[in-house]
């Protein structure tokens, strides 16, 4: 990569991982992901704004030396998970002179995580401040986006906000800055639905703190840079909000083709009522791309044949996402089909838990669904569309 000016020394030095597939073992990235760092010089001291993983600790020597850079005073560490936190060690040894600036929080989790010495750090509380001479960075903590120790950096004079993985996305391109809006919101909906929708009443608290700043530019430590941020900013609005869509997601399994046919069935039957069909294969679909349709979905309807008397399992474990990512869903229900029996509906609702549904009349087929079957999801149908104008999403 290279070392590439953003405004006024201010360089982005960070690294792409174009071929990365996998986050967390358990994320997918269909577009690989980016580890930003950037220099923000000033009269008289230089900072790192965060250190990429320790796989490219190697990019971000070669873009700190392009860049020029001879010292680091300060390098500020936002979040102490190893993607942003890796290289540490690297520039540390590189730079002897340099200082760990971060919270209590993170400078305990960097020790534990990264075994880094005591004495090099620098420890900066909520609405602290770094003079860099004529430039001010100040330190917001903002805890749960998506760890309990994270803050973002705020440089005053050029109402720069380094926002760490806040407003951030999984997404490789060449260039550091925005170039294209809808992919670019098409992977920040995709990274909030996975790491940060289970935080939306912090995530609005978080917000609404930023809405009393002039922000100029918006530099995520994932993602594009947004020299507009306006349209991050009311995406996040939007996202971690309590209005859904008239939308029904149905993440689905078939085996024999019978829970397959209720499937079909339903989603005609919900379209010919005004309401808006998404159906998620999941032998097919990537968890990424349920969770990003969890995000605004008025109903969740579970479909499933019965496996050993319960779920399908990738139907269970969507059930389990579900509860984990708390969306804003209001309404779920479950429908499928069985041989002998089963407690299919009872072991779904049980996993739904934390989240604050109103849970509809499931249907169940014996075998091949019948005509009493199919009038049942008619019924069903009819139910959601007029659960869906309650809401206002459905004239």
């Known amino acids: 990569m290279a070392a590439i000016e953003i405004g006024k020394d201010i360089v982005w030095v960070g690294a792409l991982d174009w071929d990365r597939r996998l986050f967390d073992e358990l994320i997918p990235l269909p577009d690989g992901t980016t580890y930003n760092a950037y220099i923000v010089r000033g009269r008289d001291k230089t900072a790192l704004i965060d250190a990429v993983d320790p796989s490219k600790s190697g990019e971000l020597l070669a873009n700190l030396q392009e860049a020029g850079v001879r010292r680091i005073d300060y390098l500020v560490s936002q979040h102490a998970e190893q993607d942003h936190s890796g290289a540490i060690g690297d520039i540390l040894d590189l730079f002897p002179e340099a200082k760990v600036v971060t919270n209590e929080k993170c400078k305990a989790m ?8 005591e004495e090099r750090f620098q420890v900066v509380g909520d609405g ?64 909030f639905a996975e790491i940060m929708l289970p935080f939306r009443l912090q995530i609005r608290k978080h917000l609404e703190r930023l809405a009393k700043m002039d922000i100029a530019m918006i530099a995520p430590s994932h993602g594009v840079v947004y020299p507009a941020p306006a349209l991050i900013l009311d995406a996040y609005r939007d996202w971690a909000g309590e209005a859904t869509k008239n939308t029904a997601l149905i993440p689905f399994v078939s085996m024999h083709g019978s829970t397959r046919e209720m499937v079909e069935h339903l989603s005609g039957a919900l379209i010919r009522q005004g309401v808006c069909v998404v159906p998620c294969n999941l032998v097919q679909t990537d968890i990424g791309e349920l969770a990003k349709e969890l995000v605004d979905a008025s109903t969740v309807i579970l479909a499933t044949p019965t496996v050993l008397g319960g779920p399908h399992p990738a139907v269970a474990y969507a059930a389990v996402l579900a509860n984990a990512l708390r969306p804003k869903t209001k309404f779920a229900t479950v429908i499928g089909s069985y041989g002998w029996g089963g407690r299919v509906v009872e072991s779904l609702t049980a996993s739904l838990g934390n989240l604050k549904v109103e849970l509809l009349e499931p249907v169940l087929a014996k075998g091949l669904p019948v005509e009493k079957d199919f009038q049942a999801l008619d019924r069903l149908a009819a139910a959601v569309a007029d659960k869906h104008r309650s809401l206002g999403v459905l004239p």
Not at 134 to 146: A, D, I, K, N, S
Not at 162 to 178: E, I, K, V, W
């Open 110 to 117: 960097l020790i534990d995580l990264l075994r880094l010495p």
């Open 128 to 191: 602290g401040t770094l003079d860099l001479g004529g430039r001010t960075l100040e330190f917001l903590l903002m805890p749960w986006v998506h760890w309990p120790e994270t803050m973002v950096t705020w440089l005053r004079e050029e109402r720069v906000l380094f926002s760490c993985d806040f407003l951030g996305a999984h997404l490789a391109q060449c260039r550091p800055l925005l170039c294209d809006e809808h992919r670019t919101l098409e992977a920040a909906k995709r990274y």
